[in-house]
Nanobody, 122 residues
Framework: QVQLVESGGGLVQAGGSLRLSCAASGRTVSSYAMVWFRQAPGKEREFVAA??????TSADSVKGRFVISRDSVKNTLYLQMNSLTPEETAVYYC?????????????????WGQGTQVTVSS
């Protein structure tokens, strides 16, 4: 089993930055694909960015502003978010999977964290 715990959320002004962390325990996740999703109130869970040793992929809406990375020694996933907008207010979740490739669908991910709230004020 893999346990995931997100941190780093909070309140930030529009145009500001935050770095989210997702600490994994239970197993080494270096061979897993890992992902960030977000879910705003009343909306579906939305893919943000994913990473595996083969590379990364991200949603068009965050390209050039968000950077996903991982530290295999610390067994931790990160999401650096820059130039945030109020529309990006959401709960941000990390997840992990052994499914092949770099999946972008929530149904492909077996292990989930509890989420961390990001609020961007205008």
């Amino acid at each position: 089993q893999v346990q995931l715990v997100e941190s780093g959320g909070g309140l930030v002004q529009a145009g500001g930055s935050l770095r989210l962390s997702c600490a994994a325990s239970g197993r080494t996740v270096s061979s897993y694909a890992m992902v960030w999703f977000r879910q705003a109130p009343g909306k579906e869970r939305e893919f943000v960015a994913a990473i595996r040793w083969t590379g990364t992929t991200s949603a068009d809406s965050v390209k050039g502003r968000f950077v996903i990375s991982r530290d295999s020694v610390k067994n931790t996933l990160y999401l650096q978010m820059n130039s945030l907008t109020p529309e990006e207010t959401a709960v941000y979740y990390c997840a992990a999977t052994l499914a092949p490739g770099i999946p972008t669908g929530a149904h492909d991910y077996a292990y989930w964290g509890q989420g961390t709230q990001v609020t961007v004020s205008s």
